[in-house]
């Protein structure tokens, strides 16, 4: 069964400082893997697509990993704003088409 | 850049009213569109694949006549939640995908469904 693991499951930080989320996956085969930030009430907006031949991927302050080997994936948050706060979600997309698997995400909470 | 319209945002009504939701994207061509939906903490679960022209594909345990799904065009899906009830309640999301499998998928801001 293709799943996809993050951790942790909520975060808590203070402004200014860095964090790491992670992704394991167990989908396969592999086709991409996706970085998505959600706001609260709102939808999903992509951060970073990583395809196998990439190891790494940054848009702004965000900045994504991938280990295809052992199906690891990470991001990196650099220098934290309040803005940061949501839900990010790592989703994975195996070559069968556009079928997404979705992690549960990990709940970023930035405070002052 | 390529954005997905969904509307409403908000919808609050009485026990079996039947509730349709419009999904359009504003730049770009979809013949494929996705409705999702999501609890509160919880990751977006796929319902169903909207196809244009043809059939939905409806995900195991989704009734395809509860949620009555037409894509009419290259840019509209719409969701129809009949004879909703308050276990209906959820946050709907729905998403169309740039062409090409490595382009983002592009998410509407979803409809909060309160049925009382």
């Known amino acids: 069964k293709n799943q996809v693991e993050q951790s942790p499951q909520s975060l808590i930080i203070l402004e200014g400082k860095n964090c790491t989320l992670q992704?394991?996956?167990?989908?396969?085969?592999?086709?991409?893997l996706r970085w998505y930030k959600q706001d609260t009430g709102r939808g999903p907006v992509s951060l970073t697509i990583?395809?196998?031949?990439?190891n790494t991927k940054s848009n702004g302050r965000y900045t994504a990993t991938l280990d295809a080997d052992t199906k690891q994936s990470s991001l990196h948050i650099t220098a934290s704003q309040l803005s940061d706060s949501a839900s990010y979600i790592c989703?994975?997309?195996?070559?069968?088409?556009?079928?997404?698997?979705f992690g549960k995400g990990t709940s970023l909470l930035v405070t002052p | 850049g390529a954005v997905v319209s969904q509307h409403p945002s908000w919808v609050i009504c009485k026990s079996g009213t039947s509730v349709k939701i419009e999904c359009r994207s504003l730049?770009?061509?979809?013949?494929?569109m996705f409705w999702y939906r999501q609890f509160p903490k919880q990751s977006l679960m796929l319902m169903a694949t909207?196809?244009?022209?043809?059939?939905?594909?409806?995900e195991q345990g989704v009734e395809k006549d509860k949620f009555l799904i037409n894509h009419a065009s290259l840019t509209l899906s719409t969701l129809t939640v009949t004879s909703a009830h308050p276990e209906d309640s959820s946050f709907y999301i729905c998403s169309a995908p740039s062409e090409g499998v490595n382009q983002p998928q592009h998410f509407g801001d979803g409809t909060r469904l309160s049925i009382l």
């Open positions: 992704c394991n996956y167990t989908v396969s085969p592999f086709s991409n």
């Open positions: 730049d770009f061509q979809a013949t494929t």
């Open positions: 909207s196809n244009e022209g043809s059939k939905a594909t409806y």
């Open positions: 989703v994975v997309t195996s070559n069968s088409g556009y079928a997404l698997n």
């Open positions: 990583m395809t196998f031949s990439e």
